[in-house]
């Protein structure tokens, strides 16, 4: 359906930082859930709301706003998807998390799937993608449809960089979903890293550079 790219100051300078060449496995982590956390914050702007009356401290009822028991199931791309977790649970700790494995081929590009294990009645959940990149949209259009496949009707993409090319691919490819990023970056080169980008994300959140 729709981009958006959140400009928020925070986000905009934690971006900044992880753009820094030689940056620490500890330090592109930290910021990876941090930035993740951001965005969810953003991503789950529009759940649907309602009022419920509780007891309030002095013992009469008054109305307080809930979420509208909306489940959700938080989808981390592995690897790379994993360095966003802890920010994302952070905001929905109680949600629960359907794995999808894919690995991009370097040659040809095309992600290859290595493990899919999505959670029970997917269909009445909310579906969070994550990853940190989203650079052709081969990875995040093969997680979608698995998703759809598996009954998924609702579902947003929380990505922290992406590339125009991939981000045109994956609307056309899936126009009833959201994309919530940081940036949408110039271009992808010649070996489909996105430019100016963050570099491998898997490779500095896992520390095997
Ligand atoms: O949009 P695409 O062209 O498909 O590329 C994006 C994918 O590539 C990276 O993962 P990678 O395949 O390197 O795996 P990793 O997370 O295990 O490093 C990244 O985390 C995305 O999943
Ligand atoms: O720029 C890119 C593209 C794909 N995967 C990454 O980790 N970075
Ligand atoms: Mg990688």
């Not at 958006?4 to 930082?17: A, F, R």
């Not at 620490?24 to 953003?42: D, N």
């Not at 590339?163 to 994956?170: K, L, S, W, Y």
Request: overall charge negative.
């Amino acid at each position: 359906m729709t981009v958006h790219v959140i400009k928020h100051p925070l986000v905009q300078h934690k971006l900044g930082l992880m753009r820094q060449y030689g940056i620490s496995t500890k330090s592109f982590r930290e910021l990876s859930s941090e930035v993740g956390t951001l965005l969810t914050y953003e991503a789950t702007k529009s759940l649907e709301m309602e009022h419920v009356t509780i007891k309030g401290w002095d013992g009469s009822d008054i109305q307080v706003e809930h979420i509208k028991g909306k489940k959700i199931t938080v989808v981390p791309i592995l690897r790379a998807g994993l360095g966003m977790m802890d920010g994302v649970m952070k905001l929905i700790p109680s949600a629960k998390v359907s794995v999808v494995g894919l690995q991009r081929n370097e040659e040809t590009l095309e992600p290859v799937p290595y493990f899919e294990k999505l959670v029970g009645k997917i269909d009445e959940r909310l579906s969070l993608v994550i990853d940190p990149m989203l650079a052709t949209g081969g990875s995040m259009i093969a997680t979608i449809d698995m998703l759809k496949k598996a009954g998924c009707k609702d579902i947003k993409v929380i990505v922290l960089v992406a590339a125009p090319e991939g981000v045109e691919r994956t609307l056309e490819a899936h126009p009833d979903i959201e994309i919530f990023t940081a940036s949408v970056d110039h271009h992808l080169n010649e070996k489909g890293y996105i430019i100016p980008g963050l570099g491998d994300a898997g490779d500095k959140i896992f520390g095997t550079l």
